[in-house]
C-alpha cells in the first residue's frame, strides 16, 4: 500500500493541525494505520495508531490528550489531529501501515508514506 501524507506547517504554540494519511489501496480498510515522528537528531517515536475497523486506538503519552487518531475508511484516510501543540511537537511526521494488528514500535511497521513536516514555533 502506497501512503501520502499531508496537513503539516508552521504554526504557533497552542496552535492545531490536522495531518492527513492517504492510501491508494481499496483493502486500506484491512491496515491498522499509526504515526511516528522523528525530531532533528532523535529516535523515531511513536506518536498513534488505530487499527483497521477504528475502535481500537493508541496514543503516546506525550500526546495523549492533545491529539487524536481517527479514520475514514470510505475515502481510504487517518487523520491526526494536534491541538495545544508545543516546540517539542516539532519534527517530521510519518503515517505508517501494517496488515490488521494495532502495533506501536516503529519497527512493527511495513509501509511507510514520506512524511510530513511538523514546526511549532515558540
Known amino acids: 500500500v502506497q501512503l501520502q501524507a499531508s496537513g503539516g506547517g508552521l504554526v504557533q504554540t497552542g496552535g492545531s493541525l490536522r495531518l492527513s494519511c492517504a492510501a491508494s489501496?481499496?483493502?486500506?480498510?484491512?491496515?491498522?494505520v499509526g504515526w511516528v515522528r522523528q525530531a532533528p537528531g532523535k529516535a523515531r517515536e511513536f506518536v498513534a495508531a488505530?487499527?483497521?475497523?477504528?475502535?481500537?486506538?493508541d496514543v503516546a503519552s506525550s500526546v495523549k490528550g492533545r491529539f487524536t487518531i481517527s479514520r475514514d475508511n470510505t475515502k481510504n484516510t487517518v487523520y491526526l489531529q494536534m491541538n495545544s501543540l508545543e516546540p517539542e511537537d516539532t519534527a517530521v511526521y510519518y503515517c505508517a501501515a501494517r496488515r490488521q494488528f494495532l502495533v506501536t514500535q516503529p519497527d512493527q511497521f511495513d509501509y511507510w508514506g514520506q512524511g510530513t513536516q511538523v514546526t511549532v514555533s515558540s
Open positions: 488505530i487499527d483497521w475497523w477504528g475502535i481500537g486506538r
Open positions: 489501496e481499496r483493502t486500506f480498510s484491512t491496515y491498522a
